[in-house]
């Protein structure tokens, strides 16, 4: 059994900052990919950023420069620093994981999702 569970989501204002974290666990044998996604209502769920395990990075254009994703290996959590917030950023944030329990090829496994909402 393995779970994925974000938290740090909330209410901020245009311009502020949140720090959303997400922990992988259970059997767990490795884990490769990291990666944050959202959805806003009426759209597609879109790749916001992603690690590998060895620290290479990518973010979607809309975020690079405000946001940045880093890993704390040792347990097995990502996390999501996100700066200079916008009213376009708010939509329900989403953790994935590729992981291999032991003896099963990688899986991707889902978080519940945290709510983030950028208002005035």
């Known amino acids: 059994q393995v779970q994925v569970v974000e938290s740090g989501g909330g209410l901020v204002q245009p311009g502020g900052s949140l720090r959303l974290s997400c922990a992988a666990s259970?059997?767990?044998?490795?884990?490769?990919?990291m990666a944050w996604y959202r959805q806003a209502p009426g759209k597609e769920r879109e790749l916001v950023a992603g690690?590998?395990?060895?620290?290479?990075?990518n973010y979607a254009d809309s975020v690079k420069g405000r946001f940045t994703i880093s890993r704390d290996n040792a347990k097995n959590t990502v996390y999501l620093q996100m700066n200079s917030l916008k009213p376009e950023d708010t939509a329900v944030y989403y953790c994935?994981?590729?992981?291999?329990?032991?003896?099963?090829?990688?899986?991707?496994?889902w978080g519940q999702g945290t709510q983030v909402t950028v208002s005035s």
């Open positions: 994935n994981v590729s992981m291999a329990r032991w003896g099963a090829p990688y899986k991707y496994y």
């Open positions: 690690i590998t395990n060895g620290g290479s990075t």
């Open positions: 259970g059997t767990i044998f490795s884990i490769n990919v």
